[in-house]
């Protein structure tokens, strides 16, 4: 399984920025692909998560600025973030597991840096 997010970037606050994580050597049917952030100073922070069985679920922060669409074609799971703030400056990184989103997952991609700042 591999895994690589990439479209970061700077984007002014307000702004919208979609990132991508390109996988291969799994299925959606059979892993979950979750989104995390890291901003500097803190901890490892949850964002999103496409379950196995097509549900998807946002943390507080997220829900009602970002989502998560998905390109079959393209095997890649996106993170769609408008609305941004500066607070949501971070490295964000794209992980799957078999049994789901959660603090130990399996597979990780390696980050991306968003930037948010006028």
């Known amino acids: 399984v591999q895994l690589q997010a990439s479209g970061g970037g700077l984007v002014q606050p307000g702004g919208s920025l979609r990132l991508s994580c390109a996988y291969s050597?799994?299925?959606?049917?059979?892993?979950?692909i979750g989104w995390w952030r890291q901003a500097p100073g803190k901890e490892r922070e949850w964002v999103s998560c496409?379950?196995?069985?097509?549900?998807?679920d946002y943390s507080n922060s997220a829900t009602g600025r970002f989502s998560i669409p998905r390109d079959n074609a393209k095997n890649t799971v996106y993170l769609q973030m408008n609305s941004l703030k500066p607070e949501d400056t971070a490295v964000y990184y794209c992980a799957a597991d078999m049994s789901g989103c959660g603090i130990s997952m399996d597979y990780w991609g390696k980050g991306t840096q968003v930037t948010v700042s006028s």
């Open positions: 496409r379950s196995s069985d097509g549900s998807l």
């Open positions: 050597g799994l299925t959606l049917e059979d892993f979950a």
